[in-house]
């Protein structure tokens, strides 16, 4: 049974829910951005973090960088929101929690989003932070993670940097992977009256905007279509309430397939990226707690 702050939360997706149904009118690009804004409010502040703007391989970025934490490992971070929306500030105190739980620094990456820059900007962008980073750190001592359309960008990085002859990371996280963009899973519409944040139509809409008519199993913009042969070991999350849920479980299945190392952990009763309530809710710090947990030995810390 889901934990009565998990409740609470849900509780507020519900009303969220309602009055965007509710609009006579679909959101505008700049309305859905600021709505995304909200959505790093569900997380708690962390405490003994700073943070650090800059701007890596052109691209502006920013450090969370924990108290005592490690300065030689580092965890990239790319966000969710459908490659249209999300920002560095909304994930700022998400970050902070992940540099905890890990003991390293999280480095989260403000690639270009669509529709001004359709795929393959977010891809490009997050492989060249990458490489640039490892100008200064071992690849065995870096990781990558990412939510949503982040997930899936993970994933879509570790492709490209394999296809590109780079050496892959230590491991990589995907947190509720968008892996699919024609919503094939069973889940999309099995779970759609308890997934209360994602859903079939705004998928559709996001994936136009990203793809600008490209090709829908493109496999650096759909990895769930990508040979994933030879990339880094895989630590999946989902929530056991998402539409998304079966991306995760393909992508997972698949890469087992393909000879990579792979765990997948389904929260039951959770919703799509229910780990940014770090902080608030005791399932979403369990699941930070599991990054760190799996992270931490893979990055030699």
Known sequence: MA???????????????????GRAEPPTIEEMRVSGEAFGEMTAEPDGVTWQDDEVAGVPCRWAVPEGGADDRVLQY????????????????????????????????????APEHPHPAAVDDSSAVYRALLADFDPTHLAISGDSAGGGL??????????????????????SPWVDLEGTGESMQAKADVDLIVGADGLKQMAD????????????????YADLTGICPLYVQVGGDETLLDDATRLATKAAASGVEVR????????????????????????VARIGQWLRPRLGL
């Not at 296809?163 to 990589?172: H, K, L, M, R």
């Not at 902080?279 to 369990?286: I, L, M």
């Open 3 to 21: 934990s009565p702050q998990a409740e609470m939360v849900k509780g507020l997706l519900k009303q969220l829910q309602q009055e965007i149904v």
């Open 209 to 224: 905007m990203f793809l600008a008519g490209q090709d829908l199993r493109d496999p650096l913009a759909a990895p769930l």
């Open 78 to 113: 790319v966000h969710g929101g459908g490659y249209v929306i999300g920002s560095l500030d909304a994930y700022r105190k998400f970050t902070g929690h992940l540099a905890n739980s890990i003991g390293c620094r999280v480095l989260s990456v403000d690639y270009r989003l």
């Open 154 to 175: 993970t994933v879509a990085t570790l492709v490209k940097l394999r296809d590109d002859g780079t050496p892959q990371p230590a491991g990589a996280v995907p947190l």
């Open 264 to 287: 997948l952990d389904a929260f039951p009763e959770m919703q799509h990226v229910f780990q940014m309530a770090a902080g608030n809710v005791p399932e979403s710090d369990d699941a």
